[in-house]
């Protein structure tokens, strides 16, 4: 079946699941097509670096400390964290 004049994906921005060997030959290296600056962003992934990371350990907490933070819904964790940082500024050390 000719291909030549095929494009190389389908209208959904797949590729075809029928190239040819020719088509498939021309395929080159993402290295060797986009540019350097698109490649280091590429090669980093992942989310930023962040400039206060967070540190993960492991911590026992009653369940229904636990329980209470997670019926709260998404991003618990978080408000959990909020809730401490906020005692440690009224528990000075």
């Known amino acids: 079946m000719a291909t030549a004049n ?9 590729l075809r699941e029928d190239l040819s060997d020719e088509e498939l030959a021309r395929f080159r290296p993402a290295e060797e097509v986009l540019p350097a600056s698109f490649m280091d ?3 980093r992934g992942g989310r ?6 967070k540190i993960s350990t492991t911590v026992r907490f009653d369940a ?3 329980n209470a933070f997670k019926a ?4 618990w964790q978080t408000r959990m964290n909020n809730a ?4 440690l500024a009224t528990h000075p050390q």
Do not use: A, Q, Y
């Not at 095929?6 to 797949?14: A, N, Q, S, V, Y």
């Not at 709260?72 to 991003?75: F, M, P, Q, S, W």
């Not at 401490?84 to 005692?87: A, D, G, S, T």
């Open 72 to 75: 709260t819904g998404k991003g």
């Open 64 to 66: 229904e400390v636990i």
């Open 84 to 87: 401490l940082k906020e005692w």
């Open 48 to 53: 930023p670096v962040s400039d206060n990371p």
């Open 41 to 43: 962003k590429m090669k």
């Open 6 to 14: 095929k494009p190389l994906t389908t209208p959904d921005g797949e």
